[in-house]
Each structure stands twice: as C-alpha cells, then as structure tokens.
C-alpha cells in the first residue's frame, strides 16, 4: 500500500501537534495542608501550534512552531522531516486532522508516505503523551507575550531535540 522502493531505508514517525496559548487551563498542583495555593490565570486569547514528530527507531525528534494550523503549513512541517535524512523514504503516522494530507495526494514531499490512524483513535499516537509533559511544564505560569510562551516551549522541547543526538 505504501509501495516504498525495494531496499531502501525507512524511517517510521509518530505525529502530532497540540495548540499553546495564553489562556491555558490552570493543571492541578500540591501545597501544604492548610495553605492556600494561588494558580496565576491569563485572561489573553492569544496561541500557536507545536507540530512534533518522533522516529519509532532511533528516538529522533522534529518540532516547529506555527502560527496556525493548514495544508501548506503541514506540507512545510513534512518537508522538515524529509530533510533530516535525504536518503531515506519516511512514514509519517497521523491522525486524520483535516489539515492532514491523505495518502497519495500529489502535494505531499517526496519520499513522504503517510499511514492515517483511525478517526477518534488519539489512544493509538504515542506522540499525543508528548503534550500532556510539555503542557505539565508550561502550566499555571503567566506569559508577558505569545512569543515569551513560544521562547519556554522551544526551551521545555530542548531535551527531546538532546536525546534525540546522543
């Protein structure tokens, strides 16, 4: 169904993306008994998206923030993960997001092939379980700008990016 040429080396990635924003719900936190914990709450409707990508194998990862979600933004992200190996055909796992291409469409990169999951399937990307850490990590915090958010994500995925090279 892929029809990926014979003998060449593939590389298996898990995707997903997760929107960021100033107005995040406060997450659940400890405090002493008896003591009162304060949550800061921004009341901005300011966000961006974080597209993530990590290869089954060897642990690799690829982000990008985006201002928005769409077909030529995700065509961007693809051709991203295409570049970080230029000798290999990469399969991309997905949900069926409606900014996701669908197998065979002509506008995908080459040497992209895309599995879609079943619809209402999150349970199945291993990539979901990425954004619950990176949301535990930026939570209950206040953020002067989008970009001063955006900054401590890049910060907060810089592991990933590390384990990644070791």
């Not at 996701?100 to 209402?120: K, N, Q, S």
Request: glycine residues 6%; charged residues 20%; contains cysteine.
């Amino acid at each position: 169904q892929l029809n990926l040429p014979a003998g060449s080396r593939v590389k298996v990635w898990v995707q997903d993306e997760a929107r960021i924003g100033l107005h995040d719900p406060p997450r659940r936190c400890w405090g002493l008994r008896g003591v009162r914990v304060i949550k800061p709450r921004q009341q901005e409707y300011q966000w961006c998206y974080v597209c993530g990508a990590l290869e089954v194998v060897s642990g690799a990862a690829e982000f990008q923030l985006l201002p928005t979600v769409g077909l030529e933004l995700t065509q961007g992200f693809l051709e991203q993960i295409a570049a970080s190996d230029s000798h290999a055909q990469h399969v991309i796992i997905w949900d069926q997001a409606g900014f996701h291409f669908r197998p065979g469409d002509p506008r995908l990169p080459e040497r992209v092939h895309v599995l879609p999951l079943p619809a209402y399937s999150p349970e199945l990307n291993p990539a979901e379980r990425l954004w619950e850490v990176l949301k535990d990590i930026l939570c209950n915090r206040v953020y002067a700008s989008i970009q001063a958010l955006e900054n401590a994500a890049c910060e907060a995925l810089q592991p990933f990016l590390k384990e990644a090279n070791r």
